[in-house]
Structures are given as structure tokens and as C-alpha cells.
């Protein structure tokens, strides 16, 4: 299986870039963003929790996360392989989904990173918040407040999967189209080497 984690704080691109690769390469799209706002627009009794952290910037709780992505991938046992959006955020996430994945006779391939500074990631949001809707993205302060919990908890999940030699970054300002070729070439090279170790 081809299990990517696509990593990087609010804004980096990796919802854009998520709809390329699963087109490529036949993946099922895992965003623990998507799914809260799914809860959300349901009315459950999770959604409504999740939305008065979501509307404070702060991250939803470890378990909320791992326990939905638990049941997607259950949902699809024949899958060729996950993109994992916006998850894991935090150190012991990262840990559950490994947990998880060996459960499922699987592991994480590889993580990529979209790198883009601050400056531009709030750029971005606020032109996005203009026409995403999401209430998230048309506050500055709210904004500072993503990036903030990235940098503090999120940015440390990158350590866990160098650790396992499986992290690799890719600039991500530029063009789309540029950006999703040097993620293929990542890509590529790892399915080359699934290939010959089988
Ligand atoms: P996103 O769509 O990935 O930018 O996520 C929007 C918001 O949902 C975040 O600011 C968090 O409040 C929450 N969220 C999404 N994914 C996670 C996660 N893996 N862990 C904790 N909170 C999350």
C-alpha cells in the first residue's frame, strides 16, 4: 500500500495538491478538517464540540481524530492506499495511526512536507476565506492562532517520522502544477523502491 501523510500548516496547499495525487494514484483522501466539518454540518454531538475549538483555532482532542480516522479506514479494506490531510497534528496522532496502520497489516510510507512561510500561509487564508466560507479563515488573529498550535504541536510530528526515515519537504510556493510534479518525483522513487524490496 501507498500510505502518504501530506504534512504542513494551515494554508500550505494540501488540500489542492491531496485531489492531484489521489487522481494519479487511485488513494483514498483522509482530511480530519473535512471530516469535523462534516460533524459539524450534521449537527452531532461531536461536531458541535469540535466547532468551539475549531472557531478558537485550537486543535480538537486526540482521540476525536484518531477514532474518526479509525473508521475510515475500516470503511475502505481494500483500499491501494490513504492520503492522510491535516492528520496526524500531534506526536501521540502520529503514534495511534501508526498503531492503527500495523493493526491493518500496514504502515506509513513516507510523510511529505509543503514548506511555506508564515507571511504567505496568512496571505493565503485570508484570500481563501473570501470564498471557502469556512469561518476559520476570515480572521487574522484566528489565522496567527492556526499557524500558532502548527508551530507548537504540529511542527514536532515531523521529527517522529525522520526519526523512522521517512520524512521528506518540498517547497511549497510556486505553481501548482510545479509543485505536484516534484511531489510525484518523491513519490515515484518510493514506489521504485516498494517494488524492489518486494
Ligand atoms: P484543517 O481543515 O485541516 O485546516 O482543520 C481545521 C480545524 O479542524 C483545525 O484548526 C483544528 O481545529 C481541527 N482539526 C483538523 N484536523 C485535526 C487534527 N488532526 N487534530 C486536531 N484538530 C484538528
Known amino acids: 500500500m501507498l500510505n502518504i501523510v501530506l504534512f504542513g500548516p494551515p494554508g500550505a496547499g494540501k488540500g489542492t495538491q491531496s485531489q492531484k495525487l489521489i487522481d494519479k494514484y487511485s488513494l483514498i483522501h483522509l482530511s480530519t478538517g473535512d471530516l469535523l466539518r462534516s460533524e459539524i454540518a450534521a449537527g452531532t454531538t461531536l461536531g458541535l464540540e469540535a466547532k468551539k475549538l475549531m472557531d478558537n483555532g485550537l486543535l480538537v482532542p486526540d482521540e476525536v ?64 476565506g473570501k470564498t471557502s466560507g469556512r469561518p476559520d479563515d476570515q480572521n487574522e488573529e484566528l489565522i496567527r492562532k492556526r499557524v500558532q498550535e502548527y508551530n507548537t504541536k504540529t511542527a514536532p510530528v515531523a521529527d517522529y517520522y525522520a526519526g523512522q526515515g521517512k520524512f521528506y519537504a518540498v517547497d511549497g510556493i510556486g505553481e501548482i502544477e510545479d509543485i505536484f510534479s516534484t511531489l510525484c518525483q518523491h513519490i515515484d522513487a518510493l514506489k521504485e523502491k516498494q517494488k524492489e524490496s518486494r
Open 65 to 128: 481524530v484518531i477514532g474518526m480516522i479509525e473508521n475510515k479506514v475500516k470503511e475502505h479494506p481494500h483500499a491501494t492506499g490513504f492520503i492522510f490531510d491535516g492528520f496526524p497534528r500531534t506526536v501521540p496522532q502520529a503514534q495511534g495511526l501508526d498503531k492503527l496502520l500495523h493493526d491493518n497489516n500496514t504502515e506509513i510510507s513516507c510523510m511529505i512536507a509543503l514548506r511555506v512561510d508564515d507571511e504567505e500561509l496568512t496571505s493565503r487564508l485570508l484570500l481563501r
